[in-house]
Structures are given as structure tokens and as C-alpha cells.
């Protein structure tokens, strides 16, 4: 049986009644993973309304949420239990990706999935590895299961590609029962080809179970079938309608794999863990494709402009196959601050995947996006008069 978290000895609580917030060894081995998207307190503290910033830190569909979506959630029974099973969606995500609908596991945003395949797969002492630096959940769901995950980082100098072979040995002599890989990578935009995924997933030799994440992939311009690598068995896909249709606010994701290995992480899922609402929205985005390649060819147009505009500052931008932007700017929390407070327009500050000097753009329609680089130039021109 699994332990509950912390509970190996070493977790204590402090006194509640010690002076100043409640402090827990918990807190300092298992910190909070940081996300993109606004944070309410910091606005409150700047003394910013939400709705007067905008958002380049979240990368999701610049055209904002599905057609029917709103008229869908309006009509929606309150007071109705949703569906545990998600059945119509769970139906309709098999239509469209022609897959059967009990390959598919639908979760509270793909977050819920992750975690859920930590919980199912890890146990102390078993090994998980992480290809870095990379989206935070991993990390924190590993050490949820009191497992400190191994990161095999990519090089720097190599537009953030991996060593594969490096990488491939790592794998084979850990037998680790969980690999995370990002594809595309989140903050970097690498994107992995179908047979280096491959290489990944056979190095475990039928051990482990590869998790592909695959949040981004709709927006990236030539993708390849990953569904075909769900016939090897020990691969798990991971997609994210909140980014798909911009339903970030109702979390909706979905996890693809085998029948055996969706049993054994939905036993870990609570009842009714994904809302009415979600599942309505997720049922009416779904009749929508073209919102997806609308939104992907935005995307396309606007990451050239930026990538153009951001170059001729002499900001080095990476080549990126997502729908955001890896840039070098140097010191960049406090680039972010001063957008934000400044120009109100907030991008994320990448100093937790261990790159203080990048900030990672989300990208959003070619006038927003010029509203972006107006704001750049401005901070720079500050910056510049300064020294
Ligand atoms: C790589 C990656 N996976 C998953 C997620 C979470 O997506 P969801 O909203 O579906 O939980 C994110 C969100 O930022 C992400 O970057």
C-alpha cells in the first residue's frame, strides 16, 4: 500500500502555536513547482485588475476558447453529478483519433494525469528520470511518491538538444519505472523525432513505462503519429485540451495508453475528478478541429514575427517547434517585473528550469504580439539610459 506523503520519519509540523506561518520539512523537499499564467497575489500587490495584463506567460490557443463552448457551459445542469467514467467524451476523443474509447483516460488537466502515473508507478526506491530542464510537475509528482527523479539536462550549446546516447545508456543501466520526456519540450520548444522516442522507450526493455507529453504537440507545424509507439505497450501519451481549445480555467487533459497501464493509474483517480463543465466544453471543442489548426497557423505567423523583431534587438531567440519562445535576455525576473508593472504584459521568468537569463514567451496573435516587442523595446531603452 502506498505510504502517505512525508510520512517516512523525517516530515514534522511545526507548533501552531509558533509565531509566523506554519513551517514543514515537507515545504523544503517538495517545493512548490512554479507555473506561468497570472498569480493573483503579486497582481493584487502591483495593484493590477487581471484583465488589463496581458498574458504571454501561459501558452495556449491565441484565439481563446472553442466556438460553443460558453453557450455550452450556460445551459449546463448545475446540480447534476458529471460523469465519473466520461463516457460521451471519452467516445468522442476515440472517434476523432480513431482509437478505442477504453485506450483513454481523461483527466483534471493533464497535471491530474501526471501525478496520478507518479502515484501508480513509484514507490521509495524505485528510480524515474527526467529529461530537463523541463515542465515542473514531473519533478513534483516524483517526489510526491518520495522518489528524487534523475535529470538528464540538455545541452545548452546545442539548442537544448540531448546527448541520445548518453541518454540511452543512463536509461538501460537505471531500469528506472518512469522516464518523463516533453515533445515538444516545455521552455525550450525542442521537438523529438519519431525514432529518437522510439530509442527512448525500448532502452527501458519492457521495465518502465515511457510518458510522453505531448501538451503542445497541436501546435507544432510537422508532427508525427505518436500513437503508432502505443502499440509498444509501455508508452503512456499525455495531450492537453486546456492548450488544444484554451480551457485552462476548466482543466481538461487526456491520457492515451494501454488498456493494463490506464487501470492501474485510474485507480488513483478520485470520483468525479473531472467537472460537469469541463466534460461539456471538452464534448463541444471537439466538433471544432479547425479552431486548432486556426489557432496553430496564428501561432506560425506570429512566432516569425517575434522571432524576427526579437533577433534585430539582438535578443537571441531559440528555434522552437511549440507555440512559445525560448529568449536569452539576460537578467530576466527583473525584465518581467518591469514589464508587467510598466507596460502591463507578462511573460514567464524561466530562473526555475535553472535559466535565469531566459523568459519564455507564450504566443499570441501578431497585434499582441506587436504590443510585446513596443514593450520590450521601451524596457530596453530604460535599461540602456540606466548604465
Ligand atoms: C508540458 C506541460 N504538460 C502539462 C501541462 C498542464 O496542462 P493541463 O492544463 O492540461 O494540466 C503544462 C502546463 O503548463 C505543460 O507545460
Redesign the pocket.
Known sequence: MKRAPGSRGTAWIGSPLAEGPMQTHFEETHPAPV??GLDARELESLGLRPEAVLDFS??INPLGAAPGVREALRSLPPDAYPDRSCLKLRRALGSRLDIQPDSILV??????L?HLIARAFLDHGDTAVIFAP??G?YAAACRLGEVSPLFLPSNQEAEFRWDLPHALNIISGLRPSLVFV?NP??PTGTYLGEEEVRQIAESLDGRGLLVL?E??RSFVDRRWRSQGLLRMGNVAL?R????DYAL?GL???YMLGSKEVLACVGKFQYSWSVSAAAQAAGLVALDHPQHVEHGRCIVGASKKFLTGALSRMGLECLPSAANFLLVRVGEAARLRRELLTRYKVCVRDCASFGLPEHIRVGVRNIEESRRLVRALKAAAAITDNHE
Open positions: 507555473h506561468g501561459a501558452s483527466g483534471n488537466g493533464s497535471t491530474e501526471i523541463t515542465f510537475e516533453c519540450n516545455n507529453d501538451a503542445y499525455l492537453s485540451m486546456t492548450k485552462a482543466r481538461l487533459g
